[in-house]
């Protein structure tokens, strides 16, 4: 099974400041098709989680352009420009193929 | 769309539970469907799929062959069927879209296995 490792499991950013959350995965993710179907997730407390990011890098509908997903083969990173005070909550990394997993998920908060 | 779980509660360890999502606002036979897990100050943990048709399931290794996953697609119902509880299945169960999209999530449900 794929295993994902995410790093920091928390931090505290300034508003206004970018933040960077890194998913590390124990084999490639790139699939038979030639796509990565790396996806990120956000869950706000009390809430279910919202995709964010999928196929690596395309952002869902609604999502603000200073979220943006990067990387290739074992190694992503999503990344948040500049963050504002509704992104606090935790991130996860998702492998979504067949036998999914998450990442343990990364705990943001604002300074 | 909309999906809504239903049948959780409490549980004494060992016990049974069988979990609906009822999904509405799309054509749920054309869709995968899995059960996701919020387990308690920990992260989520997918638990497993159904194939659009109903034919094909996997699970996460920690609960293959404790939980079933189902499907109804005359009534648009996924299921999801939990024998031998233990406390530490203690969560909030969602259903969602997916393998290959997870675009839509329930509410979730609480389950909580105590003695």
Redesign the interface.
């Known amino acids: 099974?794929v295993v994902l490792t995410q790093s920091p499991p928390s931090l505290t950013v300034p508003l206004g400041q970018p933040a960077s959350i890194s998913c590390r995965s124990s084999q490639s993710l790139v699939y038979s098709d030639g796509d990565t179907?790396l996806?990120w997730?956000h869950?706000r407390p009390g809430q279910?989680?919202?995709?964010l990011i999928?196929k690596l890098t395309t952002r869902?509908s609604g999502v603000p352009d200073r979220f943006s997903g990067s990387g290739s083969g074992t190694d992503f990173t999503l990344e948040i420009s500049r963050v504002e005070s509704e992104d606090v909550g935790?991130y996860?990394c998702?492998y979504?193929?067949?036998?999914?997993?998450?990442?343990?998920?990364t705990r943001l908060e604002i300074k | 769309v909309q999906l809504e779980e239903s049948g959780g509660g409490l549980v004494r360890p060992g016990e049974s539970l069988r979990l609906s999502c009822a999904a509405s606002g799309f054509i749920f036979r054309n869709y995968y469907m899995?059960w996701?897990r919020?387990l308690p100050g920990?992260?989520?943990?997918?638990l497993g799929?159904v194939s659009s048709d109903g034919t094909i399931t996997?699970y996460?290794?920690s609960v293959m062959g404790r939980f079933t996953v189902s499907r109804d697609n005359a009534a648009d119902l996924l299921h999801l069927q939990m024998n031998s509880l233990i406390v530490e299945d203690t969560a909030i169960y969602?259903c969602a879209t997916?393998?290959?999209?997870?675009?839509h999530?329930?509410?979730?449900t609480l389950v909580t296995v105590s003695s």
Request: aromatic share 24%.
């Open positions: 099974d179907y996806s997730f869950q279910s989680p919202r995709r999928y869902d935790v996860y998702m979504i193929t067949h036998r999914c997993s998450f990442g343990q998920g | 899995s996701i919020h920990k992260g989520l943990e997918w799929y996997d996460a290794s969602y997916g393998p290959w999209s997870f675009d999530w329930g509410q979730g």
